[in-house]
């Protein structure tokens, strides 16, 4: 996962990498989150991303050794005027963020992992702004 660049802040982006010797069919992904005392909930998936998926990779895709596949989120899904965080307190807002993964789903298995703290520091900073008002 890597933060946007030079100050735009309009899409988050998800790099799946096959590191591995064997071909791999990518079926789809999700960013999931869990929220205070609650379950874990699916944020935004391939297939409820609908103008994302103009620009991301699309699925299924086959990846061979060392091919990869880029998938977007747009910013505004957190702090926009309907973001996810925009009602929520700052512990609740913080213990989202720091719940944030990424999940990549393979034909044979799935294989999620923690949103990198770097973005989850500059997500936590836009909802800190947004808040301020």
Known sequence: MMPPGR???????????????????????????????G????????????????????????????QQAVFYMQRDIFVGDNGLLVSLSPLQAWYLI???KITAKFSTYRHTERVPKKIRKMIWQQYKHVRKG
């Open 39 to 66: 379950k874990p909930m699916q944020l935004i998936s391939s297939f409820t991303n609908t103008v994302q998926n103009q620009f991301s990779d699309k699925l299924p895709k086959e990846l061979k050794e060392g």
């Open 7 to 37: 100050g735009s802040i309009e899409f988050m982006s998800a790099t799946v990498t096959n590191i591995g010797f064997r071909t791999l069919l990518l079926n789809g992904y999700s960013w999931e989150y869990k929220e205070l005392l």
């Open 98 to 100: 720091s719940s944030l």
